[in-house]
Every structure is written in C-alpha cells, then in structure tokens.
Nanobody, 121 residues
Framework: QVQLVESGGGLVQPGGSLRLSCAASGTIFVINDMGWYRRAPGKGRELVATITSGGSTGYANSVKGRFTISRDNAKNTAYLQMNSLKPEDTAIYYC???????????????WGKGTLVTVSS
C-alpha cells in the first residue's frame, strides 16, 4: 500500500506564492508519473500539472508561466511552486502518483487527501 500526503496549503493574498509538497510512502518500487489536480468550489476536478519520472512536465493553460512542478525521486516527493496566485486558484489541491509497488507489479493509481489553497485579500 502507498500513501500520498500533501502539505503546504493555506491562505495567501492575490499575487502571493505557495509551495505544495506531496510525499509518497509505503511499498514503492518505482513512481512513474506524478501530478497535481485541483477542485474549486462548485467545480469539477481539473488537471494542474504533471511530471514524468524523467522530469518532463505539462501544465494546464490556466497556470502556465505561474506554476512549476518538480520532483525529488530520492525522496519520493513532488512539489508545486505556485506564484502570482489569483483568487480563481482557490481550490483543494490533490496529488496523484502512478506507483509500481514491487518489481513486476502493474502501475497503481494513488491519490492524496488534498490540501486547501485559498487566495483572498
């Protein structure tokens, strides 16, 4: 079993910055793609950013140029640096990871419980 724990959320003023972390623990052979998603009040889940094990990244148009996803494979941790935050970035942010638990196993999809980001003056 694998657990993903997000941290770093909070209240920030428009234009401010936050850095989210997602730490994976448990039985892990390799972590493939990792990603950040968000769910704003009254809206569906939205993909924010993804990163492969090799470091290739992808972003939603709404966050390009403002958010940066990164990862530390040695620590099984992904990060989301969020700059120039806007009120419309307010959401619960969830971490996702595709994990192979043991050699020869299939990829399994895991989710964290989320961390709340509120952008407001």
């Amino acid at each position: 079993q694998v657990q993903l724990v997000e941290s770093g959320g909070g209240l920030v003023q428009p234009g401010g910055s936050l850095r989210l972390s997602c730490a994976a623990s448990g039985t892990i052979f390799v972590i493939n793609d990792m990603g950040w998603y968000r769910r704003a009040p009254g809206k569906g889940r939205e993909l924010v950013a993804t990163i492969t094990s090799g470091g290739s990244t992808g972003y939603a148009n709404s966050v390009k140029g403002r958010f940066t996803i990164s990862r530390d494979n040695a620590k099984n941790t992904a990060y989301l640096q969020m700059n120039s935050l806007k009120p419309e970035d307010t959401a619960i942010y969830y971490c996702n990871a595709e994990v192979v638990g043991s050699q020869g196993d299939h990829n399994m999809d895991y989710w964290g419980k989320g961390t709340l980001v509120t952008v407001s003056s």
